[in-house]
């Protein structure tokens, strides 16, 4: 992948410390919804499943990652994406002033 | 025999303090009872060893040959060590666990530890790279805790860093998202498994890096077994890191605090060579000679004996005698306190015990003057006034002494012996108890030998060599063997055939032993010779096997291995050269675990092999006890 440029709206995220911002936000969102706990649940069952010295985080990795794709409540898809479709507006609306 | 310490002047009679001390040590601090004594060390909790399920080997990968040397984070080039290719291993892993104490902010927190070691390819790095495989890491978590957990305050507006100074980058793509993989063998940082492709992994296929570590959460990965292994070493080092930057920063957090946060420092390879080629020693103190003062070679023997031994170290140490608030005159105790202050006041010149002579004159004045006098009658003495002088003695005549006094010479010295008085026919049995300061050791060879109770047996002719030998243990079983008693009739049956059994109900914490050195030639002239037969002694002696428990258990049936061990070790000798009249005494003492030869002003180094060859000069013996018990209850369950 091409490095990130300092002009780009990735790294305006990253600068401006709301790429921060928004991972926190994410991240308390999905822990009130309850999203993390059942994350963790299923973890635990495929743990078992397979055998714990057998595991592989690779293979727990993938199996959780579709799980919990599946398992996120809408709201916070929602809610989250607008937020990031705000800042970025924002950060283009401050390049577009300069 | 001696009472108190009268001054035949009207007016105090205070010695001047001859020398101020220079370097006044600070005292000890006075022992805790024990349910006030923090546990720091480690509490390891040894959960269910069950065999673990086997590992799945790591599957024929063949590794590429590492064989370029590398260098590390600090530039100095560094050898990695080829892994061998390894068959799959059966492993059964035990299961142990370890309790770590770690201090935090708030108190301390107990980590779980369990005692696993990683996967076998991490054996082999560990034995490769024995005494370095923590160096690398240790820099990467220190540069963790640094990028990732301590310094500044969440990312705001114009300072997105925020938290940590700077996350890093994976050094090929650039990127920060995912996870990055730190190299352990060289300077590499790479980015692992964000969208299906992992510069880490690419690392290690060219250059045989086994093992890395997760920058922020610093868990070590193994790439011949493709998953994050735990490691007790590592997880133990990065609490230790964990901890440190959290000191670091509470210190920077709260600037106005009156105190600054300690900060555990461990000093670098380096800085421990400069230490220890800055460094001088510093002379050992409470080591001097005595002056002899005319014929008073008896007294310095035994006063070194006093100055060497632990116990009575500490208290005076410790103040509990203090002579500028004692106001009784001519206080013996205070001629000890003066001594110990004159002995760690740094200066190594022989000492005149000028004022202690003089107190010991004014209340044993069988032993003033200067004519020779016995070094076991001064001990005696000593105890005696010393008893007399103590706050915290708790009788006044000396014949009512018991084993309850909290003087500090009858809690050193003190023992409680019994005697057992059997009846042959109807079995009655009596005790008596008797306290006493020392063991009264008498040797078989030749001349009587005088046995308590009575004197018993002829005189032996003078060249009879009897094949008894004379050490400790013969001494003491004779000692306590079951003898027939004279002259005593049962109360009940009035049988006159009696039994006497002699232990010990009481161990002391020191334990003294007399050597019976006199001894008179005929029974019927008074004159005394001395006995010089060879007394062996050990350097440690278990002394369960003559205390009243075990008497006791062997009456009943039991052995002598169900008892527990009282262990004593050797710690003084005094010697005696010479002959009845006239002689000289020296003394073997161990001070700090090094044994010296103190002769007069002479204080010289020796071997313990010495002082156990000074079997024919023996005097006194005397025995420390292993673990002294601080707890009275527990102390009167000794013997």
């Not at chain 2, 114009?158 to 300077?187: M, S």
């Not at chain 2, 009879?464 to 003898?483: G, Y």
Request: aromatic share 8%.
């Amino acid at each position: 992948m091409s490095e990130t440029t300092e002009n780009e709206p990735k790294y305006k995220l990253y600068e401006t410390s709301t790429k921060h911002h928004l991972k926190s936000l994410l991240v308390k969102k999905l822990r009130d919804s309850g999203w993390t706990n059942n994350v963790k649940k299923r973890c635990g069952e495929i743990i078992k499943a397979e055998g714990a010295d057998k595991i592989k985080i690779s293979q727990l990795e993938d199996a959780v990652l579709s799980y919990g794709r599946e398992m996120l409540p809408e709201e916070v898809k929602i809610e989250l994406l607008q937020q990031i479709s705000d800042s970025l507006d924002s950060i283009i609306s401050s390049k577009e002033k300069t | 025999m001696s009472g108190k310490g009268t001054s035949k002047a009207k007016s105090k009679a205070r010695p001047k303090k001859l020398i101020t001390p220079k370097n006044k040590i600070p005292p000890p601090p006075a022992p805790l009872p024990p349910s006030e004594v923090v546990k720091l060390e480690p509490k390891i909790v040894v959960v269910n060893e069950t065999d673990v399920k086997p590992l799945k080997p790591a599957g024929g990968q063949k590794l590429s040959k590492a064989t370029k040397a590398a260098t590390n984070k600090k530039g100095v080039k560094r050898k990695v060590e080829p892994l061998e290719t390894q068959p799959p291993a059966q492993l059964t892993m035990e299961r142990r666990t370890r309790v770590i104490r770690v201090p935090k902010k708030n108190g301390c927190e107990h980590v779980t530890l369990s005692e696993e070691s990683g996967c076998e390819h991490l054996k082999v790095y560990k034995k490769n790279n024995k005494d370095s495989y923590l160096d690398n890491f240790n820099i990467i978590a220190e540069l963790s805790m640094h990028w990732y957990h301590i310094g500044l305050p969440a990312p705001q507006e114009g300072n997105p860093n925020g938290r940590g100074l700077c996350p890093q980058k994976c050094f090929v793509c650039k990127t920060r998202e995912g996870k990055l993989h730190a190299c352990i063998d060289c300077v590499f940082i790479g980015c692992h498994r964000i969208n299906n492709r992992s510069h880490a992994i690419e690392h290690y296929r060219s250059e045989g890096h086994t093992f890395a570590v997760d920058v922020v959460r610093l868990d070590l990965f193994c790439y011949r077994c493709d998953d994050y292994i735990y490691d007790s070493a590592f997880r133990r080092s990065k609490i230790q890191q964990e901890v440190h930057a959290s000191e670091k920063e509470s210190n920077r957090k709260d600037p106005n605090s009156k105190r600054a946060r300690y900060v555990s420092w461990v000093p670098t390879k380096e800085e421990t060579e400069k230490i220890r080629k800055n460094s001088t020693l510093v002379p050992c103190s409470g080591l001097r000679g005595l002056y002899n003062m005319g014929a008073t070679c008896f007294m310095n023997a035994v006063l070194q004996v006093f100055i060497n031994n632990p116990i009575i170290k500490n208290y005076f140490m410790s103040d509990k005698h203090n002579k500028a608030l004692c106001e009784t005159a001519g206080c013996m105790c205070c001629e000890f306190d003066n001594l110990f202050q004159e002995f760690f006041s740094g200066e190594t010149k022989p000492y005149p015990p000028c004022s202690f002579l003089h107190a010991m004159w004014l209340s044993s004045t069988e032993l003033a003057g200067y004519n020779e006098q016995d070094a076991h009658e001064f001990y005696m003495a000593a105890i005696n006034k010393m008893h007399s002088d103590s706050k915290e003695k708790t009788a006044d005549d000396l014949n009512k002494i018991d084993i309850k006094c909290e003087c500090i010479m009858h809690k050193t010295f003190g023992g409680l012996f019994q005697s057992r008085i059997k009846c042959k026919k109807c079995n009655r049995v009596s005790i008596i108890f008797e306290h006493l300061v020392e063991w009264q050791i008498h040797l078989r060879g030749n001349g009587i030998v005088k046995k308590k109770g009575g004197v018993n047996g002829g005189s032996k002719a003078s060249n009879e060599v009897t094949e008894t030998k004379n050490s400790l243990f013969d001494c003491l079983d004779r000692c306590t063997a079951e003898e027939q008693l004279e002259g005593y009739t049962c109360e009940k049956c009035h049988e006159q055939k009696n039994t006497k059994r002699i232990s010990c109900r009481k161990l002391p914490p020191v334990l003294v032993f007399i050597v019976e050195r006199f001894q008179r030639t005929t029974r019927t002239t008074s004159k005394t010779s001395k006995n010089e037969e060879e007394f062996e002694f050990p350097e440690e002696i278990n002394m369960a096997p003559w205390t009243s428990r075990a008497e006791e258990v062997l009456e009943a049936g039991g052995s002598l291995d169900d008892l527990p061990e009282y262990k004593y070790k050797l710690i003084s000798v005094v010697n005696h050269e010479g002959k009845i009249n006239t002689g000289h005494y020296t003394t073997y003492c161990k001070n700090r675990g090094q044994w010296f030869l103190f002769d007069d002003h002479a204080v010289k180094l020796a071997n313990v092999e010495d002082v156990l060859q000074s079997k024919r000069k023996a005097y006194l013996c005397f025995y420390m006890a292993e673990t002294i018990e601080y707890d009275q209850a527990q102390e009167m369950a000794i013997g």
